[in-house]
């Protein structure tokens, strides 16, 4: 049974950082696309970052560009996501997700997403 866990998540205040975590369990993904998404109240899941399977191509959301940095572990099969200067405008319930095919470009769209954690909520105080 395939699972991903995030963890890292919390409270902080505006400028601060955090460090989220994404452990798969189940199988390996090393040759698949990770992204992460989040999802504000009453807002549509956006895409926040991708990396592809080799940690070479990291697109990012226009909005967190220069502040956030993913990075991937094979070995761990664990995907991070750096969170520096946090704005309150980034508080959301941020969610990792696995592609659903190998080798491929990294997209932005959930559709192309396979497996999803539950979530761990990012609240950023002003």
């Known amino acids: 049974q395939v699972q991903l866990v995030e963890s890292g998540g919390g409270l902080v205040q505006a400028g601060g950082s955090l460090r989220l975590s994404c452990a798969a369990s189940?199988?390996?993904?090393?040759?698949?696309?990770m992204g992460w998404f989040r999802q504000a109240p009453g807002k549509e899941r956006e895409f926040v970052a991708g990396i592809n399977w080799n940690g070479r191509v990291t697109p990012y959301a226009e909005s967190v560009k220069g502040r956030f940095t993913i990075s991937r572990d094979n070995a761990k099969n664990t995907v991070y996501l750096q969170m520096n200067s946090l704005k309150p405008e980034d508080t959301a319930v941020y969610y990792c997700a696995v592609s659903r095919f190998s080798y491929t470009s990294v997209e932005s769209a959930p559709r192309a997403y396979e497996h999803w954690g539950q979530g761990t909520q990012v609240t950023v105080s002003s």
């Open positions: 189940g199988r390996t993904f090393s040759t698949r696309c």
